[in-house]
């Protein structure tokens, strides 16, 4: 059996054609800054952005990781796509039609197991799916239950949804009769592998897939739709490679444009709220699949939306334990919001039994701030009584202390002295008194726990020092990347090293810069050491020499992570100043652009300084033991250089960084 690969020509057109912003803005809210965009980092936990993608130059740049690149290799880092992957994905995204060429089956078989547990997912929602709409059974039964719930045709396929026969093993039989292997039907929990027997996890249950923020499915939630005490009326996929419900929130793909856009985001319980919500027309929601909400979850709305809105039911018993939940929103740093749905009624019914229009203006109306709700709620329950009063007050407070923002914390603070007719100074001592608290807690624990850094003698600690020609070949790999092809006028002071009396001499000249490296390192025949940024300086010099613009995605896709990192530090070098915004504490670093002449001479001069050293020591070597006219010449050369080597640490200044040992 066997299975094709991408041709270059379609390779050729997605990088023509995908923009790095628009892919990127489906999973990161972006906001411009200046000719870039900005967001917080997806891959680390963060509440000032400093996460940086240039439309100009079509990469991208996570300071706060380190990671960096283009299009293809932010879906690989983010959704770990492989390479072909992201370029399928990319191609469905602009409608670019994918020519293929063969690939033989050994190369299919190495498919990793990570792939493998998607590619079953991907072929268990087909098969529900196909089940639903397409047999007897599944439109008497699956069907006719959604028709009930009041979905359209139109609903139903955008969800996914589907239906799993009431029979023991309908979809694993299936599932193997396609060449699906077993064992990884039972790594996705969609087969129950006894002994020598196997049967269907969500056999006669309606079907809603799972998905992660760039579509691909990575488990099913099925209901139940008999009456039966012994079974779960909701029943989720167990944990797997690809499927961890602690950071999974059921419709997120369907909602991220729309939260990012209306710059807000609805959190309801069950996958029918969501479902009637979007029919309804609003389709920034999503919901926790009725599990606790974890700060992973908070997380993955924090990267498109900092506002929040809780969605409850008006007779919700446990409206109170869910409400913990918003202590874990504050501490993000997000605002919340919470609205109740009139008593009887919940999200899904609600939706169902409104238009669009009443829904919206319902929403509006009654989104209340969480803390007015929670003043309401737990004063409502305090009533007469002074303790309870009390422990309402003291409630309040510990979620206010949760907020990252001290000046959101003082607003609140106020708010809730209005709210609960207490003085502002007993709820700001109160707060002083739970963060003083914390942080002895805090302490605590680091001593019973011990510290977390391991504190060694200084003596058995050796620092490593600069090793100076990597930073010198990254820095000219920088410059030729940057300014490679840009033209400045160069005051250099030259030396003759062939003389044996130093000679210098002053001199301007119009150089374009990668002409003026190319040629200096031609003239000391000085190559790079590091095998990578030989690799990139051959790729970009004989380029730049021919005044071709350098091809980013080429250079990206040819190097590893390390190099792909450095590279897009690189290329965003000169916008991190904007991310530090020093001169918001009166600050204002020179642009490095101005300097770009005597940084390129300062490398260049740095690198001979260094081979100047190399020369020296290796006529160093042995000359104790050579005849005393062969010593003394030699001591002429060494000195010679010896002096060279001054003037170079004259021209720049005297900071010289000694050479790393080995």
């Given at each position: 059996m066997s299975s094709r690969l991408i041709s270059k020509t379609t390779i050729d057109q997605v990088f023509d054609t995908a923009r790095v912003e628009e892919v990127i803005g489906d999973f990161v809210q972006l906001k411009k800054s200046g000719s870039n965009y900005k967001g917080l980092s997806p891959f680390s936990e963060e509440r000032t952005p400093s996460f940086m993608v240039s439309p100009v130059k079509q990469i991208w740049k996570d300071f706060s990781s380190g990671k960096g690149g283009n299009v293809v290799a932010f879906l690989m880092e983010h959704e770990h796509f492989t390479y072909p992957e992201a370029i399928k994905y990319l191609a469905k995204k602009y409608g670019i039609e994918i020519e293929e060429t063969e690939q033989s089956a050994e190369a299919k078989e190495e498919a990793n197991e990570r792939e493998s547990l998607y590619l079953v997912n991907e072929f268990a929602r087909d098969y529900f799916a196909?089940?639903?709409?397409?047999?007897?059974?599944?439109?008497?039964?699956?069907?006719?239950?959604?028709?009930?719930?009041?979905?359209?045709?139109?609903?139903?396929?955008?969800?996914?949804?589907?239906?799993?026969?009431?029979?023991?093993?309908?979809?694993?039989?299936?599932?193997?009769?396609?060449?699906?292997?077993?064992?990884?039907?039972?790594?996705?929990?969609?087969?129950?592998?006894?002994?020598?027997?196997?049967?269907?996890?969500?056999?006669?249950?309606?079907?809603?897939?799972?998905?992660?923020?760039?579509?691909?499915?990575?488990?099913?939630?099925g209901r139940i739709l008999v009456n039966d005490k012994k079974a779960a009326k909701y029943l989720n996929s167990p944990e797997s490679e690809v499927y961890?419900?602690?950071?999974?929130?059921?419709?997120?793909?369907?909602?991220?444009?729309?939260?990012?856009?209306?710059?807000?985001?609805?959190?309801?319980?069950?996958?029918?709220?969501?479902?009637?919500?979007?029919?309804?027309?609003?389709?920034?929601?999503?919901?926790?699949?009725?599990?606790?909400?974890?700060?992973?979850?908070?997380?993955?709305i924090h990267r498109l939306t900092?506002?929040?809105?809780?969605?409850?039911?008006?007779?919700?018993?446990?409206?109170?334990?869910?409400?913990?939940?918003?202590?874990?929103?504050?501490?993000?740093?997000?605002?919340?919001k919470i609205c109740t749905f009139p008593e009887g009624e919940d999200p899904d019914s609600f939706a169902k039994n409104n238009s669009l229009e009443d829904l919206t203006l319902y929403l509006e109306e009654n989104a209340r701030d969480f803390i007015n709700f929670k003043a309401s709620l737990l004063a409502s329950e305090a009533k007469n009584d002074p303790i309870k009063k009390a422990e309402?007050?003291?409630?309040?407070?510990?979620?206010?202390?949760?907020?990252?923002?001290?000046?959101?914390q003082e607003v609140y603070l106020k708010e809730c002295s209005r709210i609960m007719d207490i003085s502002e100074e007993v709820l700001f001592t109160t707060l002083a008194q739970m963060l003083q608290k914390e942080r002895r807690d805090a302490s605590k624990k680091e001593v019973v726990e011990g510290p977390t850094l391991e504190v060694v003698s200084k003596e058995i600690i050796e620092l490593e020092k600069v090793d100076l020609k990597f930073e010198l070949e990254k820095e000219i790999i920088d410059i030729l990347i940057n300014f490679g092809l840009d033209i400045c006028e160069i005051n250099e002071e030259l030396i003759d090293f062939s003389a044996k009396e130093v000679i210098k001499e002053k001199h301007k000249k119009d150089w374009k810069i990668c002409e003026y490296i190319y040629l200096n390192l031609q003239e000391d025949e000085i190559e790079f050491v590091n095998y990578e940024f030989k690799y990139l300086y051959n790729s970009i010099i004989d380029k730049l020499l021919h005044n071709i613009n350098i091809d980013l995605n080429t250079l990206f896709d040819g190097a590893n992570d390390r190099i792909r990192s450095m590279l897009s530090s690189m290329l965003f070098k000169y916008d991190e100043e904007r991310i530090h915004n020093w001169q918001k504490v009166g600050i204002y670093p020179k642009p490095i652009e101005v300097d770009v002449p005597r940084k390129v001479q300062s490398c260049i001069m740095r690198l001979r300084?260094?081979?100047?050293?190399?020369?020296?020591?290796?006529?160093?070597?042995?000359?104790?033991?050579?005849?005393?006219?062969?010593?003394?010449?030699?001591?002429?050369?060494?000195?010679?250089?010896?002096?060279?080597k001054i003037d170079m640490s004259t021209f720049l200044g005297g900071a010289i960084p000694q050479r790393r040992s080995n």
């Open positions: 196909k089940t639903l709409l397409e047999t007897e059974t599944g439109k008497a039964i699956g069907h006719s239950y959604f028709k009930e719930r009041g979905f359209t045709e139109a609903t139903i396929k955008k969800f996914q949804l589907g239906y799993s026969p009431d029979e023991w093993d309908a979809f694993t039989s299936e599932a193997l009769k396609n060449g699906y292997q077993l064992s990884y039907l039972e790594k996705t929990g969609l087969t129950i592998v006894k002994t020598d027997k196997q049967f269907d996890r969500f056999k006669g249950r309606v079907i809603f897939p799972i998905h992660s923020l760039s579509g691909r499915v990575l488990g099913f939630g961890h419900k602690s950071k999974v929130l059921y419709g997120i793909y369907f909602a991220k444009q729309a939260i990012a856009k209306e710059d807000n985001c609805y959190l309801v319980e069950g996958y029918t709220d969501v479902i009637q919500f979007h029919q309804t027309g609003i389709e920034n929601v999503v919901s926790s699949s009725g599990t606790a909400l974890t700060q992973e979850q908070i997380r993955l900092k506002n929040i809105t809780l969605l409850f039911d008006g007779d919700a018993a446990g409206l109170r334990a869910s409400l913990r939940g918003v202590d874990l929103i504050l501490e993000q740093g997000l605002n919340v309402t007050i003291r409630d309040m407070v510990m979620s206010i202390s949760k907020i990252p923002d001290s000046i959101k300084y260094l081979l100047l050293q190399e020369l020296i020591d290796n006529f160093s070597v042995g000359i104790n033991v050579k005849k005393d006219s062969e010593r003394t010449e030699i001591m002429e050369i060494i000195n010679q250089y010896s002096g060279l």
